[in-house]
């Protein structure tokens, strides 16, 4: 996972944990993707440089949010965040959904891909958060650029069109 290019070594690195709304965020350290905020509302806590750094998090549904973390070595430093939510967008919908790979499981997503999955180069969810029967993404009817680097799937990077009130399939395969 892109963590470890955060952090060289222990006398050098701290952790951040955030809680707050919503936990579906996506969270960067220094312009590095390192996971989710929370998965079934419980933060993750991720390796970080110490010193001052700059913490992001990103969730399409809301405005993103920055803030500034200083980080001591071995220590956890936590903080709160709430993002304003961005207007409802208005149907009608396509949906985007991955096919293939392993089976989802509905017991527990930590064990999922957690890739970013990048729609016309804003983030937009997870991998596994789109490869499951519930999953997908439902965006008004167009043409975009998704785009994902998956641990698991490998690679995609290419433009996808959505009809209204259609599914359309990304299809993928485990490596």
């Keep these: 996972m892109l963590v470890q290019g955060l952090a060289t070594g222990a006398d050098d690195e701290g952790f951040i944990r955030g809680r707050g709304k919503p936990g579906s965020a996506g969270v960067w350290v220094n312009g590095t ?5 929370s998965r079934f509302t419980v933060p993750e806590k991720y390796p970080a ?30 903080f709160r965040y709430r993002m304003e939510r961005l207007p409802e967008p208005q149907p009608p919908f396509g949906r985007l959904r991955l096919r293939g790979g392993h ?30 029967p519930g999953g997908g993404l439902l ?3 167009g043409e975009y650029h998704v785009k994902f680097d998956s641990p698991t799937y490998g690679s995609y990077d290419s433009r996808v069109t959505l009809e209204a009130n259609k599914v359309t399939y990304i299809e993928i395969e485990s490596r």
């Design 103 to 132: 089976p989802e499981s509905f017991i527990s997503v930590t064990a999922g891909d957690v890739s970013p999955i990048y729609v016309n180069g804003q983030f937009y969810g997870y991998v596994d958060e789109l490869n499951n």
């Design 33 to 37: 993707y390192v996971g989710p905020a």
């Design 139 to 141: 965006m008004p009817p």
């Design 49 to 78: 440089p110490a010193g001052e750094v700059e913490v992001t998090l990103r969730e399409p549904r809301y405005k993103e949010f920055t803030t500034k973390l200083t980080v001591r070595p071995g220590k956890t430093t936590k």
